[in-house]
C-alpha cells in the first residue's frame, strides 16, 4: 500500500507546528484541573466543578485537533486560511471565567 | 473561462466576519502564527494560575494567612490580565495584519515582566522575614 498524498506541502510545517500548540495548550488546562483538585480539602466539594470545566476544555481542544489539522492544512495547501476567531475567544473565556471563580475561592 | 480562484471572496464565520471585517486575508502562515503566540501566551496565564491555586493550596505552612492570600490574589490577577491581553494582542496582530499596519506594541510584555520580578520579590521578602 502507497502511503497518503500529504495534505499540504509547506516546509515550515505550520498545520503541525500550530496543532501541537493546542496540544501543550490542552495539556496545560489539564494541568490546571489536576492543582484544583488539592484546594477539595479547603474549600468544599465545588472545587471539583473547576476541575471538570478544565476537563472538558481540555476534552473539547482534544475533540477538534483532528478537524483543526485538516482545516489548516487544506488552508496552507489554498493559501488562505481563516482566523480562527471562536477558539481564540473561547479560550480566554474559559481562562477567565477559571481566574475569577479562583479569585472569588480565596477570597470568600 | 474559469473564474480567478483568487478573486471570489468565501464565506467566513459571522463572528471573524465581525471582528476582523477590514482589509484582506494574509498570509495563511501568519495567521497561524498569530493563532501560536496567542496560544504561549495562554500557557503563560495558565501558569500563573496554576502557580496562584498553588501557593493557596500547597504553602499553608510557609507563609503565614494574609500573606498567602495575597500572592496568590495577586499571581491569580496576573493570569488573568495575561489571558485578556493575549486575546486583545491576538486581534490586534490580526487587523494589522490584514491591512498591512506594522504590528502593535506588545503591552503585555511589560506587564509580564513587572509581574515576575514582584511576585519573585515577594517570594523572597517573605521567605527571609520566615
Known amino acids: 500500500m502507497s502511503p497518503a498524498a500529504p495534505m499540504h506541502a509547506d516546509p515550515g510545517l505550520q498545520p503541525e507546528r500550530t496543532v501541537l500548540s493546542w496540544g501543550r495548550t490542552m495539556m496545560l488546562f489539564a494541568l490546571v484541573g489536576a492543582v484544583f483538585l488539592r484546594w477539595l480539602p479547603h474549600y468544599g466539594f465545588w472545587t471539583v466543578g473547576l476541575t471538570l470545566s478544565c476537563a472538558v476544555v481540555a476534552g473539547a481542544i482534544y475533540l477538534t485537533q483532528r478537524r483543526r489539522y485538516s482545516r489548516q492544512s487544506r488552508g496552507i495547501a489554498a493559501e488562505r486560511v481563516e482566523a480562527d476567531v471562536p477558539a481564540v475567544l473561547v479560550t480566554t473565556l474559559a481562562v477567565v471565567v477559571l481566574g475569577i471563580l479562583g479569585l472569588l475561592a480565596v477570597l470568600a | ?130
Open chain 2, 1 to 130: 473561462m474559469s473564474q480567478d480562484p483568487l478573486s471570489e471572496d468565501p464565506p467566513r464565520g459571522r463572528l471573524s466576519s465581525r471582528l476582523l471585517a477590514h482589509g484582506q486575508e494574509p498570509d495563511p502562515r501568519f495567521t497561524l502564527a498569530n493563532e501560536r503566540t496567542f496560544l504561549a501566551w495562554i500557557r503563560t496565564a495558565l501558569a500563573f494560575l496554576a502557580g496562584g491555586v498553588a501557593v493557596e493550596a500547597f504553602a499553608a505552612d510557609v507563609f503565614a494567612d494574609p500573606y498567602r492570600t495575597v500572592v496568590s490574589v495577586l499571581t491569580i490577577s496576573v493570569g488573568l490580565l495575561i489571558s485578556v491581553g493575549a486575546a486583545m494582542r491576538w486581534l490586534n496582530v490580526e487587523r494589522s495584519m490584514r491591512l498591512g499596519h506594522p504590528l502593535p506594541m506588545p503591552l503585555i510584555i511589560p506587564l509580564l515582566s513587572f509581574a515576575s520580578g514582584v511576585a519573585m520579590a515577594v517570594v523572597i521578602v517573605l521567605v527571609v522575614l520566615d
